[in-house]
């Protein structure tokens, strides 16, 4: 999260698709890509974040900080669960300093 600078000026989180393995074969010819899932990459750690239908199942989210908390404007991030507490972490030193 050193790049607190690209991560403000950007409009919203990003989704990227997962797109299921083409089988092996030389007689796929006119295969169509299928989409597997959806998913965010986590600001922190860079892991994937799958979205799923039910929001208490998923991993982690989108989360807003305000500009009170960051002090350089309203920054949206992607986050995993268990790095959360990180991320106010480098908020909360940032604002020490």
């Known amino acids: 999260m050193s790049n607190l600078f690209e991560l403000s000026s950007r409009k919203q ?4 698709t997962k ?3 083409k089988p092996d074969g030389s007689q796929l010819v006119n295969y169509k890509n299928e989409k597997d899932y959806d998913y965010y ?8 974040i799958k979205i ?3 929001k208490q199942e998923m991993t982690g989210g989108t989360i807003r ?3 009170l908390v960051t ?4 920054i949206e991030l992607a ?5 959360l507490r990180a991320a106010i972490k480098i908020f909360e ?3 020490k300093k």
């Open 93 to 95: 030193e940032g604002e």
């Open 71 to 74: 002090k350089k404007g309203d």
């Open 41 to 48: 990459k986590c600001d922190y750690c860079g892991e994937e």
């Open 52 to 54: 799923l239908s039910k």
């Open 19 to 21: 797109m299921k393995p």
């Open 79 to 83: 986050l995993h669960n268990k790095c």
């Open 65 to 67: 900080f305000s500009h």
């Open 13 to 16: 989180v990003p989704v990227y």
